[in-house]
């Protein structure tokens, strides 16, 4: 398709300029000035080459966390023995907040020439990249041909490990620790059998195995660690109460970074993690599994989910839990504590799973519901907010004491304390056994 370029448009101004000042008729002037313009810019676009024939590629992550920095990168090669302009237009979804999506190259005689921008997407999700607009200016400029070509590229855009410090912070700590417990001769906590060894005098007489020592006759004591290869299973709750917002981003995303972070400390301290999302229905399944690429497969689960505006069934959840997964677990709901969407739902759903497994049920508080609790009554607006505000913090109270009471563990946190906290109280119930 011929395009008119901007360097015919000055042409034909400064054509026409010269045509008023000079001493003949200004009609038959600029007819038969623009008409050799047209005649020439016309034969321009004859001799421009078919988009077709130029090569044009495009280079792009394949993956990339939200918010993070990525460069993509056009690059067009002349086939032919002369220099040629060539312009690139990139079909870029907004939400990529790139620098550019057009650039325009001078491409040398049968050489190749590379831009590139750089991007940072603001959403989660699947970005398929389909085709570019290609256009080739004539060897004076005034026309280029231009046509589409496709050139199909996947995008996936995954949840941020915002945690991921705090993760490697408390994988060095359980691993320094059961070292400690190790040398330390039996004196700390763990259900797994290690080993016997010889007593010695900071060891506890509880800890005596009487037939090693019978058989021996020197005094043995057993020693234990931790147990590995349990069973942590994330049940993320992607209803309607995770589409609000917590510190300018949606709880799902502070809920996903949770995933994350206990998935990484879970698989590195030799457990197995696994990850179950549900709204109305069960959205994604995870199996439990310590491998390498455990935290990439969580990830390629959650990166496409968006909370669905309805009720989450956390019985069909339960239930799928336990259809699926027999063994004794640690299961982890992160949800939102809100009376209206729980009292309903999750409380009469959660003694089905407690018979089962352990249960943490965790959430990110809102830091804006305590300042305005807090803060003073200036006016009758401030006053009913002051109001809702503790009437909201008094039903999550009450809330929890109600789950604390069926037996579930409760960690309500501040956004970017969940995913440490959640952390920690699985890195308890690990060092109790109370799996």
């Known amino acids: 398709m011929p395009v008119p370029t901007g360097r015919l448009a000055l042409a034909a101004a400064v054509l026409s300029l010269v045509v008023v000042l000079l001493p003949v008729s200004a009609p038959l002037g600029l007819l038969i000035v623009n008409g050799a313009l047209l005649g020439v810019a016309g034969v321009d676009g004859l001799l ?145 059998f290690d080993q016997l060894r010889e007593y010695s005098v900071d060891d506890e007489s509880r800890r005596m195995d009487w037939a090693a020592t019978a058989r021996t006759g020197k005094a043995i004591v057993r020693t234990y660690r931790a147990e590995r290869n349990q069973t942590v299973i994330v049940a993320l709750d992607n209803g309607r109460t995770m589409a609000g917002q917590v510190a300018g981003v949606a709880r799902v995303e502070h809920a996903m970074d949770a995933v994350l972070m206990l998935t990484a400390v879970a698989t590195r301290l030799g457990d197995r993690a696994g990850l179950i999302a549900f709204d109305r229905r069960v959205r994604a399944v995870v199996p439990p599994g310590h491998r390498v690429d455990q935290l990439t497969r969580v990830s390629e689960a959650m990166y496409q989910l968006e909370p669905e505006l309805a009720e989450s069934d956390y019985r069909g959840a339960f239930t799928e839990t336990l259809v699926r997964f027999h063994r004794r677990a640690l299961l982890v709901v992160l949800t939102e504590l809100a009376n209206q969407a729980l009292g309903d739902t999750l409380l009469p759903a959660l003694p089905l799973i407690l018979r089962s497994h352990l249960v943490v049920v965790a959430s990110v508080r809102d830091p804006d519901l305590l300042r305005w609790a807090s803060s003073p009554a200036a006016d009758a607006p401030s006053a009913y907010r002051k109001a809702a505000a503790q009437a909201a913090l008094e039903e999550r109270r009450v809330l929890a004491a109600q789950l604390r009471g069926l037996g579930a563990t409760v960690v309500d946190a501040a956004p970017g304390a969940l995913a440490p906290a959640l952390a920690d109280a699985y890195l308890k119930v690990k060092a109790t056994g109370r799996l």
Request: proline share 8%; charged share 30%; glycine share 12%.
């Open 48 to 192: 421009a080459p078919r988009p077709a024939r130029v090569g044009v590629g495009r280079d792009f992550p394949a993956v990339l966390p939200l918010n993070g920095e990525g460069r993509i990168a056009w690059t067009v090669t002349n086939p032919l023995s002369r220099r040629l302009r060539v312009g690139v237009a990139d079909e870029l979804a907004p939400s990529l907040r790139a620098g550019t999506r057009r650039v325009r190259l001078t491409v040398p005689a049968r050489g190749r020439v590379t831009a590139e921008t750089t991007f940072q997407p603001s959403r989660r999700g699947r970005f398929e990249l389909r085709e570019v607009v290609v256009r080739v200016a004539g060897p004076l400029g005034l026309l280029a041909r231009q046509g589409k070509r496709e050139l199909p590229g996947l995008l996936r855009v995954y949840p941020p490990f915002a945690s991921r410090k705090e993760a490697e912070l408390r994988i060095d700590r359980a691993r320094i620790l059961d070292i400690g417990l190790r040398s330390a001769r039996g004196r700390g906590g763990g259900t797994e």
